[in-house]
Nanobody, 114 residues
């Protein structure tokens, strides 16, 4: 079982990035899939969640209207589209799967800076 994030990097304020989370060993459509982030000196926080039931999504207030979580069942991959990025979005972003078991990815660094 593995979650592998990719797509992080350095971006200027107001730029965009799309993070990917490729899952292996389980089916993402059968799990609640989430993105968390952790900035230096801060606790890990939930950014977005895509529930397995009805595909309901939840977002942190700080990212509503800017971030979108989605899933491609054929690729067994979850995405986080991030638009209008701000310096406060700088963090390590982690993919999480929760269902019968819970899994975490290794994280991908996102840095928003001019």
């Amino acid at each position: 079982v593995q979650l592998v994030e990719s797509g992080g990097g350095l971006v200027q304020p107001e730029g965009s990035l799309r993070l990917s989370c490729l899952a292996s060993g389980f089916t993402v459509s059968r799990y609640d899939m989430s993105w968390y982030r952790q900035a230096p000196g801060k606790e890990r926080e939930l950014v977005a969640r895509l529930r397995r039931v009805l595909g309901i999504t939840n977002y942190a207030d700080s990212v509503k209207g800017r971030f979108t979580i989605s899933r491609d069942n054929a690729k067994n991959t979850v995405y986080l589209q991030m638009n209008s990025l701000k310096p406060d979005d700088t963090a390590v972003y982690y993919c999480n799967a929760r269902g019968d078991y819970e899994y975490w990815g290794q994280g991908t660094q996102v840095t928003v800076s001019s």
